[in-house]
């Protein structure tokens, strides 16, 4: 069993408030969705600090960064529910190992884009061998108050580009 999420991007922005804005966020007293100062953290920011606590193994820490009525909508070619809601709803559409024996997960790009923010990447998965999931993906991320509220995925064909890569460099 081996999943992994991987994670490249860079900023926009740049200096010592590139990731902070400048607006109060009703999760002050959670200690959730802050950066600097004590200010809100932009939502793009939120995305990214997320998919970063996921990368390195800490679902939990990722899930606090999800309202506790959050909804993910998965691409059309997920195996399972079409809809997770809630932090546990978040927790089992993570728990790679409960689906797949091999998950491979890389955003390669995060945007805020005003009314959303945008994650681009890619996601593999296998069950027993056989590839399930290969494509591009698009998330579209909505995050209010410091926390994200929903996800809409969608899903783009990578062509088996992930896995071809993957069989090139050995590791298959």
């Known amino acids: 069993m081996h999943a992994t999420a991987d994670y490249a991007s860079t900023p926009k922005q740049s200096g010592p408030s590139a990731e902070v804005a400048q607006v109060p966020c009703a999760c002050l007293k959670a200690g959730l969705g802050f950066g600097r100062r004590g200010m ?6 939120v995305v990214r600090s997320a998919l970063d606590a996921y990368r390195a193994g800490d679902l939990e820490r990722a899930l606090q960064f999800f309202a506790p009525h959050a909804e993910w909508r998965v691409a059309d070619d997920f195996p399972g529910p079409a809809t997770y809601r809630g932090r546990d709803g978040v927790r089992s559409l993570a728990d790679t190992s409960a689906r797949f024996s091999l998950h491979h997960m890389e955003v390669t790009e995060i945007a805020d884009m005003g009314a959303f923010v945008l994650a681009h990447g890619v996601v593999y998965a296998e069950v027993d061998g056989e590839t399930v999931v290969d494509r591009v993906t698009i998330w579209r991320c909505r995050v209010q108050d410091g926390l ?3 996800i ?3 899903a783009l064909p990578a062509g088996a580009r992930w896995q071809a890569s993957r069989r090139a460099s050995g590791e298959g």
Request: proline residues 8%; negative net charge.
């Open 40 to 45: 809100a953290m932009k939502p793009a920011a």
């Open 148 to 150: 994200i509220v929903s």
């Open 152 to 154: 809409d995925a969608e």
